[in-house]
């Protein structure tokens, strides 16, 4: 089985890569491109599966310790976000 055509370009390809880039970041361009491509295709499953909201927002937790300092300092968390609960909390702080 002979080498023939498109995979001598190939191989010209990641030999010209390694001299250009070193061997030692080919494995970071290739973990690069990976996460790209999940990126992307987690975008492109969300434009086709659109969720009910963009911004995830927190019903109630009763284990997380955001919430249980919003609830002693009297902060509504209903359908906020956990940024949106960390900035009532920093003001509710700078007020006191």
Known sequence: ?????????????????????GPGKIPE???SL???RKEF??????LTNPSPS?????ESAVSDPLIETAHK????????????????IVKAAQNK
């Not at 295709?41 to 969300?46: C, D, F, L, P």
């Not at 963009?54 to 927190?58: A, H, K, M, T």
């Not at 902060?75 to 960390?86: A, V």
């Open 1 to 21: 089985m002979a080498i023939v055509g498109y995979e001598w370009v190939v191989i010209g390809i990641i030999v010209i890569a390694i001299f250009v880039w």
């Open 29 to 31: 361009l290739a973990r």
């Open 34 to 36: 990976g996460r790209a």
């Open 41 to 46: 295709e987690e975008a492109s499953r969300g």
């Open 54 to 58: 963009s911004v995830p927002r927190i």
């Open 73 to 88: 300092l009297n902060i509504n968390t209903q359908g906020k976000t956990r940024q949106e609960i960390s900035d009532a």
